[in-house]
Structure formats: C-alpha cells, structure tokens
C-alpha cells in the first residue's frame, strides 16, 4: 500500500528558529517521487521540490533544506532561521508508477514573531 | 503564464442542488487531477484524466459525483444531490504528464452547502 505520513499536525516556532517538517512514507515500488508542497493562507498549494527514489542526494535552496533516507523511508524538510512568511501547511506526497500522487494530511506551521 | 483557472471561487447552495465546478489547466498539460480538502484535512483524491487515456474515477465518494474532460482541457466537476458532508474546497491541478512532473494547483473553489 501507499502511504504518506507527516506526524506532525501542527507546529510553532518562533522567527529565526529552525525547523525540521517530518514525512514517512510506505510504498513498495522501487521507483517512485517525493515532492513538498506548502500551502500558504491564501489557499493555492505552491511546488517547493520533487527527489526521485534513486537520488538521495540532500538538497540545500536558500534557507530551506531536504534530507531523504530511503532507509527510514523518510523525506525531512528543515527551514534554517524560520521567518513568519514561512507560516503555512506543509504537504509531503508520493507518486508511483501508479500516477496518482498520495498526499500527507500536512503540518500546519506558525512562526510566531 | 496562466496558471490553473478555477471558478467559481466560492459556491453556496442548498442540500440536495446540483453543482458544476470548472478547471482549466494549464495550456499543453495533459494530466488533470480533482482534490478534496475539508477544513483542517489533508488532500483527498477524486478523479484524475490523462490525455485520451479512461479517466481513473477511483477517488469519487459517491456516485453523486462525476466528472468529464473535453477536449482534452477544460474539466468539470459535477455533485449531484449535494449534501453537507460535500462542504469543503475542491482542488483541481494539472501537469505536462503526471509521471515525476510536479502538480500545479489551482485556487479552488469553496463549495458550502446550506
């Protein structure tokens, strides 16, 4: 089955504090996508980064940052010196061969400050 | 460019009225996808079209719901019979093919039903 799992239902932070957005998933293809998406208040989901299944290469884009473990099957997404523009629903998702995209429930983070 | 065109933005209508929700993807995708969103929860999938391809329908909650794709662009999404359990924002998000390419989303529209 495949599945998607961010824990982290709702998280605060206060500015310049950094943090790590967790997303587990499950899937027993081999070749498969990871992708970020953050909504912000305004409600439209903006792309922030896809990792295919064979590159687990850490992504670094500014103050944001991606560490993909195909051991833990884990896609962690830590923004360095949060700031309150930051504060949004942060969506993790998988798409397989399969080509439907499975979504996380999101985390929900404030950056209070 | 244009992005994803959805509209309306906002609908209210009373139980048990039909209602059509549009998407226009962006020109030269060929991969459209219907989401929904209850207040606080994650994305649902409904409905995703794929060029000329059957649409995949696995998503659809009920048979109340349906949706079709002319022309291979403009979608709409239709609810018959709406209940309040349908209240929520639906999504509607399109990409070049839907293998590895990343989903652009629309801003959705609201649907309330009374």
């Known amino acids: 089955a495949q599945k998607v799992t961010q824990a982290q239902t709702e998280i605060s932070v206060v500015e310049k504090e950094d943090v790590t957005l967790d997303c587990v998933y499950e899937?027993?293809?081999?070749?498969?996508?990871l992708f970020w998406y953050k909504q912000p208040p305004s409600g439209e989901l903006v792309f922030l980064i896809r990792?295919?299944?064979?590159?687990?290469q850490n992504e670094i884009s500014g103050r944001y940052s991606w560490n993909f473990q195909k051991s833990t099957s884990s896609f962690n997404f830590t923004i360095t010196a949060s700031q309150v523009v930051d504060s949004a629903v942060y969506f993790c998702a998988l798409l397989f061969t399969g080509n439907q995209f499975y979504f996380g429930t999101g985390t929900s983070l404030t950056v209070i400050p | 460019g244009a992005g994803v065109s959805q509209s309306p933005s906002n609908k209210v209508t009373e139980k048990g009225k039909d209602v059509e929700l549009r998407c226009d993807p962006i020109s030269g995708h060929t991969a459209l996808y219907w989401y929904r969103q209850s207040l606080g929860q994650g994305l649902e999938f409904l409905i995703y079209f794929q060029g000329n391809s059957a649409p995949d329908k696995s998503g659809l909650p009920s048979d109340r719901f349906s949706a079709e794709r002319t022309g291979g662009s403009v979608s709409t999404l239709t609810i018959q019979r709406t209940q309040q359990e349908d209240s929520a924002v639906y999504l509607c998000?399109?990409?070049?093919?839907?293998?590895?390419?990343?989903?652009?989303f629309g801003n959705g529209t609201r649907l309330t039903v009374t």
């Open positions: 998000a399109s990409s070049f093919y839907s293998y590895n390419s990343p989903l652009h």
């Open positions: 990792r295919n299944s064979f590159d687990e």
């Open positions: 899937t027993r293809d081999t070749t498969y996508y």
